[in-house]
């Protein structure tokens, strides 16, 4: 689309093609915000927080990489009937996510060979005296259950996460 998303995808898809993935991660994602410090305290996962802000968080899977005909199927599904509902707030936090460098806008066509690519459908919850809220349902194609939990228990503080 000719709007601001459809450049950041434009963007997106160049960067990726002249120099890969990583490269065009490493153009749009910003300095990381890891604080390691509140009010002169070290944080107590400061050793694991360190770790993911200099190599990333590791995704590691306890099943096979998915063939390219189950990938096409999830994609084919599409989002959550939640999304079309919410159509213009999705594209406002799309843009919002893509411009603060949170996300990364690519066709389909340039990522269904990417080594080990798992994808989930977007949903919207709505929330009560509140914008809605944007999820990515990680249970609803077994990807929740297909990851093995690294982290540490004590460094999950959000409910179940």
């Known amino acids: 689309m000719p709007d601001s998303l459809g450049k950041h995808a434009k963007l997106h898809s160049r960067l990726f093609l002249s120099g890969g993935l990583d490269a065009m991660v490493q153009a749009t994602r910003p300095r990381g915000d890891v604080l390691l410090q509140h009010g002169g305290k ?9 770790s993911c802000a200099k190599n990333g968080v590791p995704v590691v899977t306890s099943t096979a990489p ?4 189950l990938l096409a199927q999830r994609v084919k599904r599409g989002s959550h009937q939640s999304c079309e509902e919410h159509k213009s707030f999705l594209r406002e936090e799309m843009l919002d996510f893509v411009e603060k460098g949170f996300f990364a806008l690519l ?13 989930s459908p977007l949903g919207i919850i709505p929330q ?16 929740d259950a297909e990851t093995v939990q ?12």
């Open 150 to 161: 690294l982290a540490p228990s004590e460094a999950m503080q959000c409910g179940r996460t």
């Open 42 to 50: 070290q944080h107590t996962a400061s050793v694991l927080l360190t």
């Open 128 to 143: 009560r005296d509140r914008r809605p809220r944007l999820t990515v349902d990680c249970s609803f194609c077994g990807i």
């Open 107 to 119: 066709p389909w066509r340039l990522v269904k060979s990417l080594a080990g690519l798992r994808v």
């Open 66 to 69: 998915w063939s390219e005909k």
